[in-house]
T-cell receptor, first 113, second 111 residues
Framework: NAGVTQTPKFRVLKTGQSMTLLCAQDMNHEYMYWYRQDPGMGLRLIHYSVGEGTTAKGEVPDGYNVSRLKKQNFLLGLESAAPSQTSVYFCASSFQTENTEAFFGQGTRLTVV | SQQGEEDPQALSIQEGENATMNCSYKTSINNLQWYRQNSGRGLVHLILIRSNEREKHSGRLRVTLDTSKKSSSLLITASRAADTASYFC???????????FGAGTQVVVTP
């Protein structure tokens, strides 16, 4: 039982390059989330999905796009990376019941130079 | 904007001592959750307290919630070196499961 798996774990991009971060969960969770973590700021929600084929904006969505074509996968895309997107990205998933916890992946450390 | 704010930002204690950290939030909540993050790792769920609960225990963890003051506290009793980590409170304010996190409390437990 892998839980939430993020790919890749580390990546260095040049400004203007694009990339996709993959999140996969094997717990049959309906809800999935992408957060970014910056020093001293906790985690901020980028985008989330409440089911296959649905996506919605979170607190800091600018510069990112997402897709949820399959229930178990949630992709985060950077079309034109900027140094301000240097961060650690975390994917999480949860059941749709109200009082339930979120399960997090191990994170992707992205550096944009 | 962050919903939750933890206090203190950092805490250094010796093994065997208790560690207490506080979380304040701004809007009404469905529940409040505490997570632990070891260095370089993902977040791990510790405990969830519902808005109609006042206190909850799990092993060496005790969480309180005061909705009138919009605050919560996490107590770790008899700390161990393995408790060294950052601790985050997160509030759930809607039905979509979105969590809003504070900046965290960094706890160092020395042997």
């Amino acid at each position: 039982n892998a839980g939430v798996t993020q790919t890749p774990k580390f990546r260095v991009l040049k400004t203007g390059q694009s990339m996709t971060l993959l999140c996969a969960q094997d717990m049959n969770h309906e809800y999935m989330y992408w957060y970014r973590q910056d020093p001293g700021m906790g985690l901020r929600l980028i985008h989330y999905s409440v089911g296959e084929g649905t996506t919605a904006k979170g607190e800091v969505p600018d510069g990112y796009n997402v897709s949820r074509l399959k229930k178990q996968n949630f992709l985060l895309g950077l079309e034109s990376a900027a140094p301000s997107q240097t961060s650690v990205y975390f994917c999480a998933s949860s059941f749709q019941t109200e009082n339930t916890e979120a399960f997090f992946g191990q994170g992707t450390r992205l550096t944009v130079v | 904007s962050q919903q939750g704010e933890e206090d203190p930002q950092a805490l250094s204690i010796q093994e065997g001592e208790n560690a207490t950290m506080n979380c304040s939030y701004k809007t009404s909540i469905n529940n409040l959750q505490w997570y632990r993050q070891n260095s370089g790792r993902g977040l791990v769920h510790l405990i969830l307290i519902r808005s109609n609960e006042r206190e909850k225990h799990s092993g060496r963890l005790r969480v309180t919630l005061d909705t009138s003051k919009k605050s919560s506290s996490l107590l770790i009793t008899a700390s161990r070196a393995a408790d060294t980590a950052s601790y985050f409170c997160a509030t759930k304010t809607d039905s979509w499961g979105k969590l809003q996190f504070g900046a965290g409390t960094q706890v160092v437990v020395t042997p």
